[in-house]
């Protein structure tokens, strides 16, 4: 992509209403635009990264054997007055009228809908389990949206649903997203700590939140040390294995949230703990049958007696997590974005345009980049070479290839990480290699 033709608008003034990194950067690097409060656009550059995400998390909800779907954003009262969340949820659900003044929704999560599409189609425990999930935008009225998309109003989720027949099934498909979470965040280049949660008006007795730990998060957290230099989790997961003894791996260990930590198992640990801010970028719940019980979700089991389904509910902040991703990897030039969820990976800079060598060599550099499947942003606007610098250093492209005529006189031009700052000097052969994918 050329830089004159892409949609950039960046910023040079820091944005007032934004109190941490990630929402100032965000603005400043023309990667969203406030529409209304908590409710944003997602303008190209950003739109990228939330795609790469997306497709990560796709891609391991997949491999755990979760099939995609998608459901509507609107959705109908009557299901959440047959679980009777319609009146629990009060004033953080958009409540809409149709024309025919039936009461809808705008969505804050898919409980009830999916509850819905299951008791009209598996009546039988052989059908067992389901497991689904979708990408879809969520409205939640929230009191104070803020800092950003980390605390939307409008955000967008990945919910996965599973039914089983009973809890030793229901824990096996939870320990599915258990580990699935732990290879998504993985691969973003995060760190999610696998922490006891409450599970609020989800319900249910089983519940861990994967948290992040940065200054500016929303929650106080604690845990042990030892998951600060942990392993993760690393080579091929076999899920029809038990995960049961990798899960407990994770779960041995002191980690809690806010409301359910505890005083005397943190002074137990002494200097083991941590005690820092976190940032939940996912939550898992098992609730059992809590909902199918409500709405009469149930199969035949093996003995011909019905029984109502267990279930669980697992979420990916996915709109969240480019935020979070910021939060983790930024500095006071820019983002830092990791490879995975560039927008682009490499940002080439002319800083002569209008001199021929210059435009030959980045035109060669960005053809062959591109033919080798490398994405390329390239900045030929006529600008001075700073303002150049300082742009790509904001947006935080992985690697910046700069190409000036003193280096070129020798065949020579420069690459610089963003991560370390490191430059060196090569050929365009060299660049080209050391790029290649
Ligand atoms: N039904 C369950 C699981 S599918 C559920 O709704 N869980 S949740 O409330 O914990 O939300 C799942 C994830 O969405 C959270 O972990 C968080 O990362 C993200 N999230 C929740 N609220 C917001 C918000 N207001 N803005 C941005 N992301 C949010």
């Given at each position: 992509?050329?830089?004159?033709?892409?949609?950039?608008?960046?910023?040079?003034?820091?944005?007032?209403?934004?109190?941490?990194?990630?929402?100032?950067?965000?603005?400043?690097?023309?990667?969203?635009?406030?529409?209304?409060?908590?409710?944003?656009?997602?303008?190209?550059?950003?739109?990228?990264?939330?795609?790469?995400?997306?497709?990560?998390?796709?891609?391991?909800?997949?491999?755990?054997?979760?099939?995609?779907?998608?459901?509507?954003?609107?959705?109908?009262?009557?299901?959440?007055?047959?679980?009777?969340?319609?009146?629990d949820y009060g004033k953080e659900m958009l409540r809409i009228q149709d024309r025919h003044e039936r009461d809808m929704l705008f969505g804050p999560t898919n409980e009830e809908l999916?509850?819905?599409?299951?008791?009209?189609?598996?009546?039988?425990?052989?059908?067992?389990?389901?497991?689904?999930?979708?990408?879809?935008?969520?409205?939640?009225?929230?009191?104070?949206?803020?800092?950003?998309?980390?605390?939307?109003?409008?955000?967008?989720?990945?919910?996965?649903?599973?039914?089983?027949?009973?809890?030793?099934?229901?824990?096996?498909?939870?320990?599915?997203?258990?580990?699935?979470?732990?290879?998504?965040?993985?691969?973003?280049?995060?760190?999610?700590?696998?922490?006891?949660?409450?599970?609020?008006?989800?319900?249910?007795?089983?519940?861990?939140?994967?948290?992040?730990?940065?200054?500016?998060?929303?929650?106080?957290?604690?845990?042990?040390?030892?998951?600060?230099?942990?392993?993760?989790?690393?080579?091929?997961?076999?899920?029809?294995?038990?995960?049961?003894?990798?899960?407990?791996?994770?779960?041995?260990?002191?980690?809690?949230?806010?409301?359910?930590?505890?005083?005397?198992?943190?002074?137990?640990?002494?200097?083991?703990?941590?005690?820092?801010?976190?940032?939940?970028?996912?939550?898992?719940?098992?609730?059992?049958?809590?909902?199918?019980?409500?709405?009469?979700?149930?199969?035949?089991?093996?003995?011909?007696?019905?029984?109502?389904?267990?279930?669980?509910?697992?979420?990916?902040?996915?709109?969240?997590?480019?935020?979070?991703?910021?939060?983790?990897?930024?500095?006071?030039?820019?983002?830092?974005?990791?490879?995975?969820?560039?927008?682009?990976?490499?940002?080439?800079?002319?800083?002569?345009?209008?001199?021929?060598?210059?435009?030959?060599?980045?035109?060669?550099?960005?053809?062959?980049?591109?033919?080798?499947?490398?994405?390329?942003?390239?900045?030929?606007?006529?600008?001075?070479?700073?303002?150049?610098?300082?742009?790509?250093?904001?947006?935080?492209?992985?690697?910046?290839?700069?190409?000036?005529?003193?280096?070129?006189?020798?065949?020579?031009?420069?690459?610089?990480?963003?991560?370390?700052?490191?430059?060196?000097?090569?050929?365009?052969?060299?660049?080209?290699?050391?790029?290649?994918?």
């Amino acid at each position: 992509m050329r830089l004159t033709k892409f949609f950039l608008p960046t910023l040079k003034e820091t944005p007032a209403e934004a109190q941490i990194a990630s929402h100032r950067l965000m603005l400043r690097a023309g990667a969203i635009r406030q529409a209304s409060a908590g409710i944003y656009s997602w303008l190209p550059l950003g739109f990228r990264v939330l795609k790469k995400i997306e497709q990560i998390v796709r891609e391991e909800q997949d491999a755990a054997g979760f099939q995609e779907m998608l459901m509507p954003t609107i959705q109908p009262a009557e299901l959440w007055r047959e679980s009777g969340r319609y009146d629990d949820y009060g004033k953080e659900m958009l409540r809409i009228q149709d024309r025919h003044e039936r009461d809808m929704l705008f969505g804050p999560t898919n409980e009830e809908l999916i509850t819905d599409i299951f008791r009209a189609s598996v009546r039988s425990y052989r059908d067992l389990p389901q497991l689904l999930y979708h990408i879809q935008w969520k409205f939640r009225d929230e009191v104070r949206p803020r800092f950003g998309v980390m605390r939307g109003r409008e955000f967008l989720m990945k919910d996965s649903y599973s039914f089983d027949l009973d809890y030793e099934a229901a824990k096996r498909s939870y320990n599915k997203m258990f580990i699935a979470y732990l290879r998504t965040f993985e691969r973003m280049g995060l760190k999610a700590i696998p922490m006891r949660a409450d599970s609020g008006p989800i319900g249910g007795d089983m519940s861990h939140e994967f948290v992040i730990l940065a200054e500016t998060g929303e929650s106080e957290v604690g845990c042990h040390r030892d998951f600060i230099d942990m392993d993760w989790i690393s080579s091929d997961i076999g899920y029809e294995d038990d995960l049961q003894p990798l899960v407990d791996g994770f779960t041995a260990k002191y980690a809690a949230t806010d409301d359910q930590r505890d005083g005397e198992q943190e002074k137990a640990l002494g200097d083991d703990l941590v005690v820092g801010r976190g940032i939940e970028v996912g939550h898992i719940f098992h609730f059992g049958n809590k909902y199918s019980k409500a709405m009469n979700a149930l199969v035949t089991g093996p003995d011909g007696a019905d029984v109502a389904v267990e279930m669980g509910s697992y979420g990916i902040g996915v709109s969240r997590l480019v935020g979070a991703i910021i939060e983790a990897f930024h500095d006071d030039d820019g983002i830092i974005w990791p490879e995975p969820v560039a927008p682009f990976r490499v940002g080439l800079i002319n800083i002569k345009v209008g001199d021929d060598a210059c435009a030959e060599a980045c035109g060669n550099l960005y053809e062959a980049l591109q033919a080798g499947g490398v994405e390329v942003l390239y900045d030929d606007r006529d600008l001075r070479p700073g303002v150049k610098f300082a742009g790509m250093d904001l947006i935080g492209l992985p690697w910046q290839v700069v190409v000036g005529p003193r280096g070129l006189k020798n065949g020579l031009v420069e690459l610089k990480e963003r991560k370390t700052g490191e430059r060196q000097e090569l050929s365009i052969e060299s660049v080209l290699a050391r790029l290649a994918t």
